[in-house]
């Protein structure tokens, strides 16, 4: 399967992939020389239209194929986070945050309701996760564990221009696009 338009590109705890999402909606694992790119998930699965979105190349239906705009797995649980600008999952509002678990390939919406989610980044720790967000320019921050884990988001940063994603380094910095 033959992926457009990467934004976000990530590897599994055990170091495999990478894994990427594309403008078409989908996110493709890498499987090697032979196999090649294979679709690994969708945010959309019940309202995606294949012969619509595969492939396609068109902003214009990303509204209707989804967008994974960020893609990170944590080391800890291999549980995959989402962040998908259009719907999140069916039958939700568009903004979501979203987390897959490879072992039981469900998918938990974390958080619903973010204005155009376009990147996470899991800190070194593991603690919590950042989360881009374009239209209010900013990036916040969800705690992972403990009694933190149930709250809303926090602000982490107030961002002077619309930011296009967000990755860690290996040194645990965040660098926003």
Request: aromatic residues 12%; proline residues 8%.
């Amino acid at each position: 399967s033959r992926g457009v338009g990467p934004e976000s590109l990530a590897f599994d705890c055990g170091g495999e992939g990478p894994y990427v999402s594309v403008s078409d909606g989908r996110s493709l694992k890498w499987r090697g020389s032979k196999l090649g790119w294979t679709q690994f998930a969708t945010t959309t699965p019940y309202w995606r239209l294949r012969r619509l979105c595969d492939g396609s190349t068109s902003p214009r239906l990303e509204p209707w194929c989804g967008r994974p705009l960020g893609i990170e797995f944590s080391p800890v649980t291999c549980d995959l986070y989402i962040a998908d600008a259009y719907f999140g999952l069916p039958k939700t509002e568009a903004g979501g945050y979203l987390k897959y678990d490879p072992h039981s390939n469900e998918v938990t919406i974390m958080y619903r309701g973010l204005a155009f989610p376009n990147g996470v980044a899991l800190i070194k720790d593991k603690t919590f996760l950042l989360v881009a967000e374009s239209i209010p320019m900013r990036v916040l921050r969800f705690w992972l564990h403990d009694h933190r884990a149930m709250c809303p988001p926090q602000p982490f940063a107030q961002l002077q221009k619309i930011p296009d994603n967000i990755e860690a380094d290996s040194k645990g910095e965040f660098w926003v696009a």
